[in-house]
């Protein structure tokens, strides 16, 4: 365990030497192919080693590991120091893990890629930062590793920079980060001032006595907290930027996009899962915000053409399941979906990363010009590439939650959750039943995903079709590692019901235990959780089938000569319009304000014309005035003079 | 005691002045090599101080001597926890100007460095005085050749930026010299002794009456214009944009904090009950806050890079005058960081500034894009410094803001909410501005065969560069010597604090 700072010193090792080439020798790509996916199996080998320790030792406490002191100022002592506990251990090996493989197949999908070592080189930094952002022991330390994960998803996203749309989608997802981050700071003030620390063992053990159940302080901290979790894990409001974040390089979003970064959100009211459960009204609004958020997103992707586009929407609707999770306490349960989640999501992504691949290739034979992601030039992809198309069908039944693969008993935890809870507070009824609609919304759409996609006649065009393949081992190897986790990784969580000792919830038991008297008792009858089983499998099965018999692959035309859509389809199809709403509601309003209100009016308007050149106007008039006065006259002056003296000696006796 | 002790701060005034006469001794030709080796001399001189220091020791390397003893005027100088480092920064910041300014200043260069040099003297003078008098002479002698170095090797409109310069920093410095002179003459009437010595005058502050409103109101005054303080910031944008590269530098880094520094020497610790009276703290916890956030709106809409810097420094300052006015050791401690901060990160952007001008002959963002791709060094470069600017935790910039928000949080929680926004407005105003540049289609001709930066540009950034890092990395030996003095000023300004209160 002693070892834990090679963990994020490995990749950040990594960035160093990848950011050399990057600037000195671009060229040395197989020095990079070794150096980035490199650093990650070795971080991966440590996490695995510290995990072990962990395992063994089975402290009641976390292992905190202190380097130095960082920001001591008086009361406030803020060290950079590492802590192991079990919630961070799961998530370093989520991170490495998924990670390595992520690397791994990056070989083959960024090999050509002039910019291979710039990408290695972010790549890697992203992974220091998400392992800063988990194994930090405080909220600041946390948060070095909250903005640098922010930052890599940033100039990643903007990887390709000279299309400006992806320069501007990089920008807009930092500054809606910034907006969450802003919340996260406020928090820290507020946790500060109220505990005098910051750090999480003091925080956590004062919080019990400082903080009255349901307090003003701890919902107003915790409320901050969430909307710092909405920026990072893309929630209602602030989920705008993650669709628009498929601008990146497809790795890219299978890594920081889908099964880490946006997940940080799910992480953070999980390491705070203390004080969220002190204040019921805050975990009320993060499990109704989750709920909602994974009803709406669910709606978008059902009209999505771009495969990344639907998968996007999907992670936003499926992070909003986590947060319906860890909002209804089972913080268990939403870090479960979150384990599985990184592995069927990443799966998805890297598939259509195949996909992906393949189409560009065949369309760069050609020279055509067609979109690459438009899955109306696809179809029938399943005799080109038939591992990816496998693996992606295990990994699309995952996230309908058929049983047995991973994604149905994260889920079904998390809607067992929510049923129980309205019991006690019968709201939890409806976030339960939007969850229900959104499943089988995300049965229905990964269908069509998939049916589009891979099924029917091939639309991609009669010359590329020769040019269409699987793509290289380095790229399908990840993704049957990734395939198998899907299909077993409900193992990590098996429930009582079926035979299974719920390992994940023990494992983290320790973290979660100061919640879990705070929180309503909310048990279930063993027939009624079979029957939320039976709903919730008839759910998935209604969506998929219904996608089958309802959409028509066959029917089908290439992007280029498709109809515009009409009615509410077209509603869907442009996201609701909520990017035209925030654009006319904040971004123009405020451009607005700042150049005509704020500098054209005040800067240069009032002080710069009235106040500045007008006192110098005034100035010059009052010279004109003066020189008026120099009339030459001795005894004049003289009786100025003597004014002026009596005037100074008054005002010099009072 | 140590005889560097004694000389360092006699010998850090006097030696950019004789530097300056030996510019005109050697070759116009040789005058920037001269002035680089004059200015690394002067650091050289300045470093042992870091290890000298003692931070519990209050003023130290101090040096009193006779200089208008009828008057009672002395050569005083001695440094503090608050000083240090604007003395660090400032010797720190001039060798680099020197090297930044080797291409740019091409017309009568012997000129530029001398002044750069006096400049040098007067801004050190003004850190170090212990005599009001002799504080007041050092804060005119930087004045003036600022001045020419706007009015002389400024931009197309020098000469409306270097009056408009001159006379707000006048104006303020005026009613200053008055505000002085009022102190002095109060205490020779209530002890009969003439001096301007700081001590003393500190201590016959405490008993003025109503005047000392007056007073206050006149160091308020020219201290607010030289942060500056919004509504008194319109003469920074015109200065910053027509001064040249090492002008704005110094501006920057160095000038602006005289206001801060003012405040924290003189203003606060004079004049604390009138300082935190509610009126006044209103007054100025407002202006900050609409400082920050205004600061930061108007910069997001220029079109030209080195306004919209000037503009930051705004809303920078912004965050330094809450920090001071919250009297908490955090907020204080985050004041007088970002103070350093600021003079790195911003000195930093006008250097990236004008080795863009230098290559395209403009500073507007427009005219760029696309520019990782040719100048990829730059590129990295400047993306760090804006990071930096934007406070991302890591870099220097994080640790001064986090300490001033969370300070202030104790002491006016609404404003410092407030505040916070800021963060955001920072990415709003700088990442678009870095895409203008670096990102976006390499479109325009004139921007495909840009050449990256030269060994030289190389060696001014990168002690800027390490040192964004080892801030935001380590800030402790900062923060530790530093602290005592925090730690006094507050206590001075305290029972004021709570006196004003009731």
């Known amino acids: 365990m002693q070892l834990v700072w090679l963990v994020p010193l490995l990749p950040l090792l990594g960035f160093v030497l990848n950011g050399t080439i990057a600037l000195t020798r671009p060229q040395a790509k197989t020095a990079v192919s070794l150096i980035g996916p490199g650093v990650l199996l070795a971080a991966f080998g440590v996490a695995l080693a510290v995990v072990k320790d962990l395992a063994a030792a089975h402290p009641g406490a976390p292992a905190v590991f202190t380097y130095w002191d960082w920001i001591p100022v008086g009361a406030l002592h803020i060290s950079a120091a590492l802590q192991v506990d079990p919630l961070s251990s799961v998530m370093i090996l989520i991170v490495t893990g998924v990670g390595s493989l992520i690397h791994i197949f990056s070989v083959g999908y960024m090999r050509s890629d002039e910019g291979y070592a710039r990408f290695f080189a972010y790549l890697n930094l992203f992974v220091f930062f998400m392992l800063v952002l988990v194994l930090g022991a405080s909220f600041p330390v946390m948060f070095v590793g909250w903005e640098g994960v922010g930052l890599c998803s940033y100039l990643l996203i903007g990887f390709w920079f000279d299309v400006t749309a992806n320069a501007d989608a990089g920008k807009k997802a930092f500054v809606m980060n910034r907006i969450g981050d802003f919340g996260f700071l406020a928090a820290m003030f507020l946790i500060f001032q109220a505990t005098g620390s910051l750090d999480f063992t003091s925080v956590f053990s004062a919080a019990p006595s400082t903080f009255a159940p349901g307090s003003g302080t701890v919902t107003a901290i915790t409320l901050f907290l969430f909307l710092g979790c909405a920026g990072k894990s893309a929630q209602i409001p602030l989920y705008t930027w993650l669709p628009d974040a498929m601008a990146g390089p497809t790795p890219v979003s299978a890594l920081i996009h889908a099964a880490t970064m946006v997940t940080a959100g799910v992480y953070l009211v999980a390491r705070a899962n203390l004080l969220f459960a002190l204040a019921p009204v805050s975990s009320a609004v993060v499990a109704g915000v989750g709920a909602l958020t994974a009803l709406f997103a669910a709606t978008i992707a059902l009209k999505q053409w771009d495969i990344k586009k639907v998968l996007a929407y999907s992670t936003v609707s499926q992070l909003g399941y986590m947060f319906v999770g860890v909002g209804t306490g089972a913080y268990a349960a939403g870090v479960f979906h979150l384990a599985t989640h990184a592995f069927f999501k990443a799966l998805l992504f890297l598939g259509s990363g195949s996909v992906i691949h393949a189409m560009h290739a065949a369309y760069h034979h050609t020279h055509a010009h067609d979109d690459a992601q438009d899955m109306r030039n696809m179809g029938g992809l399943r005799k080109y590439l038939p591992w990816t198309w496998a693996l992606m069908w295990i990994a699309t039944l995952a996230i309908s939650g058929i049983p047995p693969f991973a994604g149905f008993f994260s889920k079904d935890e998390i809607l067992g959750a929510a049923f129980a809870r309205g019991a006690t507070q019968p709201i939890w009824y409806v976030f339960w039943a939007f969850g229900l609609i959104a499943a089988v919304l995300t049965a229905f759409y990964m269908t069509r995903m998939m049916l589009y996609t891979f099924h029917g006649p091939n639309r991609t065009g009669d010359k590329e079709r020769e040019h269409l393949h699987e793509a290289p081992w380095v790229m399908t190897g990840p993704l049957v590692v990734l395939g198998i986790l899907s299909l077993a990784g409900g193992a990590l969580n098996l429930p009582a019901l079926v035979g299974g000792n719920s390992w994940l919830e023990h494992w983290l038991s320790p973290v979660t235990a100061g919640s879990a008297s705070l929180l309503p008792a909310a048990e279930v009858s063993q027939s009624t959780e079979w029957t939320l089983i039976a709903v919730a499998v008839a759910i998935a099965l209604i969506g998929i089938i219904g996608a089958i018999q309802l959409l028509k692959p066959a029917a089908l035309v290439p992007a280029r000569q498709a109809p515009a859509e009409q009615g509410f389809g077209k509603v869907l199809a442009n996201k609701w319009y909520v990017d035209e709403l925030y654009d006319a509601v904040v971004v123009k309003p405020l451009g607005w304000l700042s150049r005509v209100v704020l500098w054209r009016g005040v800067d240069q308007g009032v002080i710069d014309g009235a106040g500045v050149n007008g006192s110098a106007a005034v100035s010059r008039a009052l010279g004109w005035v003066g020189s008026k006065l120099q009339t030459g006259e001795v005894g004049f002056y003289v009786v100025l003079f003597v004014v002026g003296v009596a005037l100074v000696l008054r005002a010099a006796i009072r | ?502």
């Open chain 2, 1 to 502: 005691m140590n005889s560097f002790d004694v000389w360092v701060l006699p010998a850090l005034l006097a030696w950019p002045l004789v530097g300056a006469a030996l510019l005109y001794l050697a070759p116009a030709s040789r005058a920037k090599v001269l002035a680089l080796v004059v200015s690394l001399i002067e650091f050289g001189i300045s470093v042992p101080l870091w290890w000298r220091f003692v931070p519990a020791g209050g003023m130290q390397f101090a040096v009193a001597w006779d200089w208008i003893p009828a008057w009672g005027i002395q050569f005083h100088v001695a440094l503090d926890g608050i000083s240090l480092f604007m003395v660090l920064l400032t010797t720190f910041l001039v060798p680099l100007s020197v090297l930044g300014s080797w291409t740019y200043i091409t017309k009568r260069e012997r000129g530029f460095y001398a002044l750069l040099l006096v400049l040098t003297t007067g801004m050190l003078g003004v850190f170090v005085s212990l005599d009001l008098f002799l504080f007041y002479v050092m804060w005119e002698v930087m004045l003036i050749p600022m001045y020419f170095i706007i009015g002389i090797w400024g931009g197309d409109n020098r000469i409306y930026a270097a009056i408009k310069f001159f006379i707000y920093t006048f104006l303020g410095s005026l009613l200053m010299l008055v505000a002085i002179l009022g102190l002095y003459l109060h205490a020779a009437k209530t002890t009969g002794q003439y001096s301007f010595d700081y001590d003393f005058l500190l201590q016959r502050s405490t008993d003025l009456g109503p005047v000392a409103f007056w007073f206050f109101a006149a160091f308020f005054l020219a201290f607010a214009i030289k942060v500056p303080m919004f509504p008194l910031h319109t003469w920074l944008p015109d200065a910053h944009v027509e001064a040249p590269t090492a002008g704005s530098v110094i501006l920057a880094g160095v000038l602006l904090k005289m206001g801060t520094y003012g405040f924290l020497r003189f203003a606060l610790p004079f004049f604390p009950q009138i300082a935190m009276s509610k009126t006044v703290v209103a007054v100025v916890v407002t202006l900050s806050v609409i400082g920050i956030i205004y600061g930061g709106l108007v910069a997001m809409v220029q079109p030209d890079f080195k306004k919209l810097v000037a503009y930051s420094s705004v809303a920078h300052l912004g965050f330094v005058m809450l920090g001071i006015w919250a009297l908490t050791l955090q907020s204080v401690q985050g004041a007088l960081l970002v103070m350093i901060n600021h003079g790195i990160s911003t000195g930093a952007l006008f250097f990236l500034a004008g080795m863009l001008y230098e290559r395209r002959h403009t500073r507007l963002l427009d005219a760029f894009g696309g520019l990782a791709r040719v100048v990829p060094l730059l590129a990295a470069a400047l993306t760090i410094v804006s990071l930096s600017s934007v406070g991302l935790p890591g870099t220097n910039g994080f640790v001064g803001e986090f300490l001033i928000l969370i300070g202030a949080f104790k002491t006016y929680p609404v404003a410092a909410i407030i505040s916070t926004t800021g963060v955001i407005v920072a990415a709003m105003y700088l990442l678009p501005a870095l895409q203008k540049i670096i990102y976006n289609p390499l479109a325009k001709p004139e921007n495909q065969k840009l050449l990256d930066l030269s060994p030289r540009e190389l060696i001014v950034l990168l002690p800027l560069l390490a040192a964004i890092i080892w801030i935001g990395v380590y800030p402790r030996p900062f923060l530790s010597r530093m602290e005592p003095a925090a730690q006094h000023l507050i206590q001075t300004v305290t029972p004021a604090t709570t006196a004003a209160a009731r």
